[in-house]
């Protein structure tokens, strides 16, 4: 599992060399840092070298843009390679969504802390992912039948 911080704000990778935050845009916003994309309230960095970035956020207002400057960190342990992670395999949830990526397909079983299985998925090799209905801030186990 990746995971970054933006202004703050705790954030999860959903796919390899992807770094995503929850961020508030206008509609349109637009990044002149090409390994940056937003939609839907998402901001996705497609690499921890990306670190600083003007914008321009339209407001709604007829004639007026909010415009600034972005910086980004990438702490140590960001990447799954410094983590000690296979790059290839990683759950990850974020906003009820499970993101699941590994190079094999199978079965894979979601429990609570407490040993209560909530979901079962025949997930295909690759990334995939899967709604995840629990309240903010669950633990949850995920457990691949690969290993």
Do not use: W
């Amino acid at each position: 599992m990746k995971l970054a911080r933006a202004t703050a704000t705790n954030t999860c990778a959903v796919n390899a060399g992807n770094y995503t935050t929850n961020a508030a845009f206008g509609a349109g916003a637009t990044f002149d840092n090409a390994a940056l994309s937003y939609s839907s309230g998402v901001l996705t960095s497609a690499s921890n070298t990306a670190t600083t970035s003007n914008f321009t956020s339209p407001t709604g207002l007829p004639g007026f843009n909010l415009t600034g400057m972005l910086e980004m960190t990438y702490p140590v342990g960001s990447a799954i390679g410094e983590v000690g992670l296979q790059a290839e395999t990683f759950a990850c949830l974020n906003n009820g969504t499970l993101y699941i990526q590994s190079p094999v397909a199978e079965t894979v079983k979601v429990y609570s802390v407490g040993g209560v299985s909530l979901y079962n998925f025949q997930k295909p090799a690759g990334a995939t992912n899967y709604p995840v209905n629990q309240p903010k801030g669950t633990v949850l186990i995920v457990k691949g039948s690969s290993g």
